[in-house]
């Protein structure tokens, strides 16, 4: 690819903000809120997951 494609093809991204959208809550002091509290019915831990193969490092997972 030439620069010139590079620079037609890419696009611009600007974060404003990053938050957590999970069971546990939604934003960052609901979701620290909710990862110090009981879990509450639906949520439970996977232990037959391994998420070693998605990261580079073990000590990653």
Do not use: H
Not at 50 to 55: K, L, S
């Amino acid at each position: 690819m030439t620069d010139d494609r590079n620079q037609r093809t890419r696009r611009r991204v600007a974060i404003t903000a990053v938050s957590a959208v999970a069971k546990a809550g939604i934003g960052a002091e609901q979701f620290w809120d909710g990862l110090c509290t009981a879990p509450e019915d639906g949520m439970r831990r996977i232990d037959d997951f391994d998420p070693a193969p998605y990261f580079a490092n073990p000590k990653e997972a």
